[in-house]
């Protein structure tokens, strides 16, 4: 039992700073952790770290709307964008030979954290409200159809995904982006987490409560902290955040 809390603690300690400070999906981090050293079947371990992703995501996407950094209108485009075209990319996957990336998200994660510290994202709420918002709907749009696809068809790398299209192309300033990946996040996990409950049946219930109890206490003291750093200290905090995570997982990914 000692065991089983101290995996879902340090699991909820990395999903939770990662989805506070980058909008990252807990499941790239609880995932592994619990299969690896607590030997969950994989299906319930995603589960599991979806549904600690709902709560986790919300209460990130509430403190960061609380501060004016969140973006509903074009947050929503994306998300319906991306749940669409998650399913489509999914029924393509069942139709063609497809052999599972499930590196995908871990390397994306450590070229971000170390994007984030090496070119921070300096870009102010001035130049974003400049963009013209027929442009930014259009944006969110077509940027939501390429990561629900990717996410549909391979199964990783959303959170991280949208975190790059909204800083790199859509050119949100970083607490922004962070605020309305976590938004997106809530519902695309709720869905998944449902998902899965329903196909693969009730889940570990101790796994469950803990994991989702630590993630969302880490994940609101990320959020806190993150609303009310400058931009040059959020960029170097969420460039170590996801250095050290993509590391530490794909070096748990060495264990399996």
Known sequence: MIGKILVCFLAGIG?????????????AVISPMLITFLHLPA???????LASDVLASAVSA?????????DIRNGLVMM???????????????LVPNKTMGSFSVFMTLLLGIRFIVKPVMTTKEAM????QKKRILQAALCGMGVGFICGFIGAGGGMMMLLLLTSV????????????????????????????????????GCLILCVSFTLLWARIAALFANRASARTLNRATGVVLTVLGAAILAVNLFR
């Open 15 to 27: 999903a939770g700073l990662g989805t506070g400070f980058a909008g990252m999906s807990a499941a």
């Open 43 to 49: 299906y319930e371990a995603v589960g599991i770290a």
């Open 62 to 70: 509430y403190t960061y709307g609380k501060h004016k950094n969140l």
């Open 80 to 94: 319906g964008a991306v749940l669409l075209f998650t399913l489509i990319g999914s029924w393509v996957a069942s």
């Open 129 to 132: 409200a400049a963009v013209r």
């Open 170 to 205: 859509l050119g949100y300033e970083l607490k922004t982006a962070v605020g309305t990946s976590v938004f997106i996040m809530t519902f695309t996990a709720l869905t998944g987490a449902i998902s899965h409950f329903a196909i693969g049946g009730a889940p570990d219930l």
